[in-house]
């Protein structure tokens, strides 16, 4: 049993089978949620490690709720655990739901059950229907005020999503339609660089693991035309500005944006956990395609920093009531991500976040493609 695994088991709410986000948090508004990313990821988690009857329990909360409607509460960014409501005033996000959707897929794939694969792709199919689009790509929800803004991070998540629905479905019209869907926001993705959102030029470290996690066969067919050394050159340059950009100095951490955000957000630099394993899967996905084109050299330095920022990680742990869990950040005090965001958790507060992208990175599992790492 791994040994992360305990942790999630015991906070599993008996009865709603959902499990909050900052089980151990002071905050008042934080106690008793659970955001649908951390559910969707704890989903995969559980399904990975096999124990499919408690993934279940988060898996049926998504299939049997409706689809989203302007002005409801189904589909929600956070739920109360105990009442498995809505929690938060937040709304909707394509992110959240695109994380629903591989969930639901796996859990198809593991149980062999279709109707999870029909939520999924009734869900897609509402974000490519109702979502407005905007040069390829998709604003983040459908009211005020995610329907004027556009996340980079919440577009990756949306066609990592349709990247793996799409070979799953029989060949015909449906496919197609997704096929067409998921060049589109891979067009438009490849437009915005590094920024955070659409005429947003804030660096945001999960925008630069996003691209490398979705995968370098995905770059390879779908931005690169076949062309392997071009492909090459570009995550070279991505994975050496994602380093130089958001690497905490004298750590082997990754903070959620660079030096000069976290200087307007008036705050000194920290090792955001979960992206710091996110870092450290990248890297170790890359490496052996890297190595395969030739450079030797430079996936060999990969692979050493994926496993300093991995073991960085783990030297965070907290015992808890007699099991293991990952805090959100390193810092010792709650600090803002952005000059314009959220306030990010400390080290004494243990997290979904950070538990499931370690166990994710001390499996070697890639969640956004499902596919193991290879040593």
Same mark, same amino acid.
């Given at each position: 049993?791994?040994?992360?695994?305990?942790?999630?088991?015991?906070?599993?709410?008996?009865?709603?089978?959902?499990?909050?986000?900052?089980?151990?948090?002071?905050?008042?508004?934080?106690?008793?949620?659970?955001?649908?990313?951390?559910?969707?990821?704890?989903?995969?988690?559980?399904?990975?490690?096999?124990?499919?009857?408690?993934?279940?329990?988060?898996?049926?909360?998504?299939?049997?709720?409706?689809?989203?409607?302007?002005?409801?509460?189904?589909?929600?960014?956070?739920?109360?655990?105990?009442?498995?409501?809505?929690?938060?005033?937040?709304?909707?996000?394509?992110?959240?739901?695109?994380?629903?959707?591989?969930?639901?897929?796996?859990?198809?794939?593991?149980?062999?059950?279709?109707?999870?694969?029909?939520?999924?792709?009734?869900?897609?199919?509402?974000?490519?229907?109702?979502?407005?689009?905007?040069?390829?790509?998709?604003?983040?929800?459908?009211?005020?005020?995610?329907?004027?803004?556009?996340?980079?991070?919440?577009?990756?998540?949306?066609?990592?999503?349709?990247?793996?629905?799409?070979?799953?479905?029989?060949?015909?019209?449906?496919?197609?339609?997704?096929?067409?869907?998921?060049?589109?926001? +891979? %067009?438009?993705?490849? /437009?915005? $660089?590094?920024?955070? #959102?659409? !005429?947003?030029?804030?660096? &945001? =470290?999960?925008?630069?693991?996003?691209?490398?996690?979705?995968?370098?066969?995905?770059?390879?067919?779908?931005?690169?035309?076949?062309?392997?050394?071009?492909?090459?050159?570009?995550?070279?340059?991505?994975?050496?500005?994602?380093?130089?950009?958001?690497?905490?100095?004298?750590?082997?951490?990754?903070?959620?944006?660079?030096?000069?955000?976290?200087? +307007? %957000?008036?705050?000194? /630099?920290? $090792?955001?956990?979960? #992206?710091? !394993?996110?870092?450290?899967? &990248? =890297?170790?996905?890359?490496?052996?395609?890297?190595?395969?084109?030739?450079?030797?050299?430079?996936?060999?330095?990969?692979?050493?920093?994926?496993?300093?920022?991995?073991?960085?990680?783990?030297?965070?742990?907290?015992?808890?009531?007699?099991?293991?869990?990952?805090?959100?950040?390193?810092?010792?005090?709650?600090?803002?991500?952005?000059?314009?965001?959220?306030?990010?958790?400390?080290?004494?507060?243990?997290?979904?976040?950070?538990?499931?992208?370690?166990?994710?990175?001390?499996?070697?599992?890639?969640?956004?493609?499902?596919?193991?790492?290879?040593?």
């Amino acid at each position: 049993m791994h040994p992360l695994y305990p942790y999630l088991h015991k906070l599993q709410h008996p009865h709603s089978g959902l499990i909050e986000s900052f089980p151990l948090t002071p905050v008042d508004y934080l106690q008793r949620v659970g955001f649908t990313y951390d559910l969707s990821l704890t989903a995969l988690v559980l399904i990975h490690h096999g124990s499919l009857e408690e993934a279940s329990r988060i898996i049926e909360f998504f299939r049997s709720m409706p689809l989203p409607v302007e002005g409801g509460w189904n589909f929600n960014t956070a739920y109360n655990v105990y009442r498995r409501a809505p929690a938060l005033d937040e709304g909707m996000q394509v992110g959240p739901i695109a994380w629903s959707a591989l969930a639901l897929i796996r859990y198809s794939e593991s149980t062999g059950q279709l109707l999870y694969r029909h939520k999924a792709v009734l869900l897609l199919d509402w974000i490519r229907r109702q979502v407005p689009h905007f040069q390829g790509g998709l604003v983040m929800g459908i009211e005020d005020p995610w329907s004027s803004r556009m996340s980079v991070e919440n577009n990756w998540a949306y066609y990592a999503a349709l990247h793996v629905l799409c070979p799953l479905l029989p060949h015909g019209r449906l496919r197609e339609v997704f096929h067409r869907e998921e060049l589109s926001v +891979r %067009a438009w993705l490849a /437009r915005q $660089g590094g920024n955070r #959102g659409q !005429e947003d030029p804030v660096k &945001a =470290l999960d925008v630069y693991t996003s691209a490398l996690l979705v995968g370098p066969e995905a770059h390879l067919v779908q931005a690169f035309g076949n062309d392997a050394r071009a492909l090459a050159a570009w995550a070279k340059t991505w994975i050496g500005e994602m380093l130089a950009l958001f690497r905490v100095p004298g750590t082997a951490a990754f903070d959620y944006a660079d030096a000069k955000e976290a200087q +307007r %957000a008036d705050r000194p /630099r920290v $090792g955001w956990l979960e #992206g710091t !394993e996110q870092v450290s899967i &990248a =890297l170790r996905l890359w490496a052996p395609w890297l190595r395969a084109m030739g450079d030797t050299v430079f996936a060999d330095d990969m692979e050493q920093v994926a496993a300093a920022a991995h073991e960085h990680v783990i030297s965070h742990c907290l015992t808890i009531r007699g099991t293991i869990a990952i805090p959100n950040t390193d810092s010792r005090q709650p600090i803002r991500t952005f000059a314009d965001g959220w306030v990010a958790r400390p080290e004494n507060e243990p997290a979904l976040n950070g538990t499931t992208w370690a166990y994710f990175s001390d499996v070697g599992f890639n969640p956004y493609t499902g596919t193991l790492l290879r040593s």
